[in-house]
Nanobody, 118 residues
Framework: QVQLVESGGGLVQPGGSLRLSCQAS????????MGWYRQAPGKQRELVAS??????TNYADSVKGRFAISRDNAKAVDLQMNSLKPEDSDIYYC?????????????WGQGTQVTVSS
């Protein structure tokens, strides 16, 4: 099992910045990627950014050039969000993918609210 704890959400004005952090614990040795997803009420959860254990990154088109994901070590991932827009307002969820015995398992944090508003 993997447990994820997020921090760093909040209220920010348009054009501002926020940094989200996620700390993993438990069976972290088999995590193959970590990332951030977001979800608005009534909508599907969508990928924001992810990073593999080898350092490969993937971003949603809507955040390219504004957001940057990084891993400090095998169990922590940060998302630096710059030039925030009102449409970035959502609940953000940390995700970890763990590979074990031929299968990939998804683990989720509890979510942190990001609100971009003047």
């Amino acid at each position: 099992q993997v447990q994820l704890v997020e921090s760093g959400g909040g209220l920010v004005q348009p054009g501002g910045s926020l940094r989200l952090s996620c700390q993993a614990s438990g069976s972290i040795f088999s995590i193959i990627s970590m990332g951030w997803y977001r979800q608005a009420p009534g909508k599907q959860r969508e990928l924001v950014a992810s990073i593999t254990s080898g350092g490969f990154t993937n971003y949603a088109d809507s955040v390219k050039g504004r957001f940057a994901i990084s891993r400090d070590n095998a169990k922590a991932v940060d998302l630096q969000m710059n030039s925030l827009k009102p449409e970035d307002s959502d609940i953000y969820y940390c995700n970890a993918k763990r590979y074990r015995l031929g299968q990939t398992y998804d683990y989720w944090g509890q979510g942190t609210q990001v609100t971009v508003s003047s």
